[in-house]
């Protein structure tokens, strides 16, 4: 099936030649941190997770969100997403894929990577998270290919296909949550330090990753013959209003606790977090921008008429998708360091290399999106 | 005595058995036993107060383990250090403490704790707990670098190389790795003087007699002389790490 990747009309091309040179100069940009060390990034002694892990988190929540399209479809017979459930396990490899990569710049020793696997520890989330994320990968791959090849033929998918759907749908909940486990069983860090941490992480994830499927299938129909149709469109758009919802919800819930109680080095990263600690305000904008970008998606959302409207349900969805990238993206992971176990404050912005690095590895990630959804749009054209 | 004892390690084998019983464990990991050791400072800082702005200790730690003297604060590698009681001990910081106290720095190193978060979340088990004597120790050749056990120790003992340290070091001892960029380092207790049966080097250093190194599983020994006669408190003890370096307040 790769063939149909290999023939395209121009503007694909200049996609894929564009996508190859931003992936050239982040490697380049991979390059010199190899040859410098991590000194070429802005994390630091207190703050030593940043950029790369917090997208490694983030897309994380992309890949899980799959599961949206393919439960409602597989348990519930819906038919309308019978369309659309390749498109979500494609997003899926390609979000895992990005998520392996986050990681791999951001180790010290990247050559010696295979001792995770000569070494197993059990004891250590990364561990899990590693198993967790390496059997999603395997189980959407096979999945979205057999389903897609069986397409291609006219004939229908293989009966050993389903019991590896019905696995996929609790193991992509389980990535989200072991991501969330890397950072909530940590005493030492009181701002992750919460059980609403895996919650959170699902519901941001269902909101995030629906909302940008949703952008994806209007690009898709734009360029293309092949339309998953309205009714799909229109449910997708639902489960992101709910799960936008309860993601403001989760943390409402958390801010109760954390406000009600009144425990300092509980509050200080919140306080951080929307109004800075002392003359320390580097996400403050951010994180307000975010708010009022959640606060508006969800008013389009919830009215039918601006939901149903193609122009204010791609806005609605763009506002879903760049809120919880900032909450999730930006905010989440670096507050969890400021202020620092022992109470100083040593604030984090990204560099340039790192940027680059970070746009190199979304740059293979859509690579492999472009190639992968290319292959569907031209099997649909096919059959159209 | 011999009847409690028996049945509290019962008790806690059951627990840890059951995999729920990591913190009694570790606490019947603590009690006394001929055959390990658990090595143990105790920092006196009442007279290390005295001291003023000695950093004796400091000095000698980061020459004879090769640490590199790193201008930028984002970037430092320290062993360790001084910080003020605020930051040292959060929890026990209150507005009416002594100027004294409140002023004068206190020095910090890793606590080599019985119950060690760093090695829980460590991926490689680069990061370990040595059984025999309670060091938590590092292997830097076998660090991916991956920082999770920075993200999970409450006291900040842990430093990443995030350039080359050569550079940085004045003088090179011959006889201690240089570690190389993308590994955590932290202090080891100097493991490699213990072996020889000398005492740590901030203890060796300390011209006030502030710093005592011993072992608490000997009933006889200094620091549980010390521990018996004196107030001790160690840091965040909240987070039932259980810390093996004490402080005199």
Not at chain 1, 76 to 97: C, D, P, R, W
């Amino acid at each position: 099936m790769i063939e149909y990747a290999l023939q395209g009309t121009k503007k694909y091309w200049i996609l894929i030649f564009s996508l190859l040179t931003v992936i050239g100069i982040g490697f380049g940009a991979y390059m010199y941190q190899l040859s410098e060390g991590l000194v070429i990034t802005g994390m630091s002694r207190d703050v030593s997770w940043g950029l790369y892990i917090a997208q490694f988190t983030f897309l994380v929540g992309v890949a899980a969100s799959a599961v949206m399209v393919v439960l409602p479809y597989y348990l519930h017979n819906y038919k309308a997403f019978g369309k659309m459930t390749i498109l979500g396990e494609f997003l899926a490899i390609s979000a895992v894929v990005m998520c392996g990569l986050f990681i791999f710049v951001d180790i010290g020793q990247p050559s010696r990577v295979m001792n995770i696997l000569l070494y197993p520890s059990p004891t250590s989330i990364f561990f899990w998270d590693f198993i967790s994320l390496g059997g999603y990968f395997l189980l959407n791959l096979v999945i979205g290919w057999v389903s897609l090849e069986s397409e291609r033929k006219s004939v229908a998918p293989p009966k050993w296909i389903k019991p590896l759907i019905y696995l996929s749908i609790p193991w992509a909940v389980s990535i989200h949550t072991v991501t969330a486990f890397i950072y909530s069983g940590l005493g030492a860090r009181s701002f992750w330090f919460t059980a609403i941490m895996a919650p959170r992480f699902l519901a941001s994830a269902f909101a995030a990753g629906p909302a940008l499927l949703i952008l994806l299938t209007f690009l898709v129909k734009k360029i293309s013959s092949f339309d998953p149709g309205k009714e799909a469109i229109q449910t997708l758009a639902k489960i992101v209003t709910y799960a936008v919802i309860l993601n403001v919800f989760f943390l409402l819930l958390e801010l109760f606790t954390v406000l009600y109680s009144g425990i300092d080095e509980h509050i200080h990263h919140f306080q951080y977090l929307f109004f800075g600690l002392e003359e320390y305000t580097a996400l403050v904008p951010f994180m307000w921008f975010s708010v009022i970008l959640a606060i508006s998606a969800i008013i389009l959302l919830l009215f039918p008429k601006t939901r149903q409207r193609e122009s204010t349900l791609i806005f609605a969805c763009i506002a879903v998708f760049v809120s919880i990238w900032i909450e999730k993206g930006m905010g989440m992971i670096v507050t969890g360091f400021i202020p620092s176990p022992l109470e100083t404050i040593t604030e984090y912005m990204p560099t340039f290399p790192e940027i680059l690095i970070s746009l190199g590895v979304y740059g293979i990630g859509f690579f492999i999106l472009s190639v992968l959804y290319k292959i569907v749009i031209s099997i649909r054209e096919r059959e159209a | 005595m011999g009847m409690d004892r028996r049945k509290f390690l019962k008790v806690s084998g059951l627990a840890s058995l059951s995999g729920f019983g990591v913190s009694s464990s570790a606490q019947a990991k603590d009690t006394d036993s001929k055959q390990t050791k658990r090595w143990a400072l105790i920092v006196d800082m009442n007279k290390c107060r005295e001291a003023k702005d000695c950093t004796d200790c400091i000095t000698a730690c980061h020459k004879v383990h090769n640490v590199p003297e790193i201008k930028d604060k984002k970037r430092e590698i320290k062993w360790i250090w001084k910080e003020t009681f605020g930051h040292a001990f959060p929890a026990q910081n209150h507005q009416y403490i002594s100027e004294e106290v409140r002023n004068s720095p206190n020095l910090v190193l890793c606590n080599h704790c019985d119950n060690p978060p760093c090695v829980g979340v460590c991926p490689t088990q680069a990061t370990f707990r040595r059984d025999s004597d309670g060091l938590v120790m590092m292997d830097f050749h076998r660090c991916i670098g991956c920082r999770y056990c920075m993200v999970a120790c409450p006291y900040g003992a842990r430093s990443f190389n995030w350039q080359d340290a050569k550079p940085h070091i004045k003088e090179i001892n011959t006889k201690f790795p240089i570690r190389s960029k993308g590994v955590v380092e932290k202090c080891n207790l100097c493991a490699e003087r213990i072996a020889k049966e000398q005492i740590p080097a901030c203890a060796e250093a300390c011209k006030a007699k502030a710093i005592t190194f011993g072992d608490l599983h000997d009933p006889h020994s200094e620091v549980r002389k010390i521990l018996s006669e004196n107030d001790t408190i160690r840091r965040k003890p909240h987070l039932h790490t259980l810390p093996n370096v004490y402080y005199i307040m």
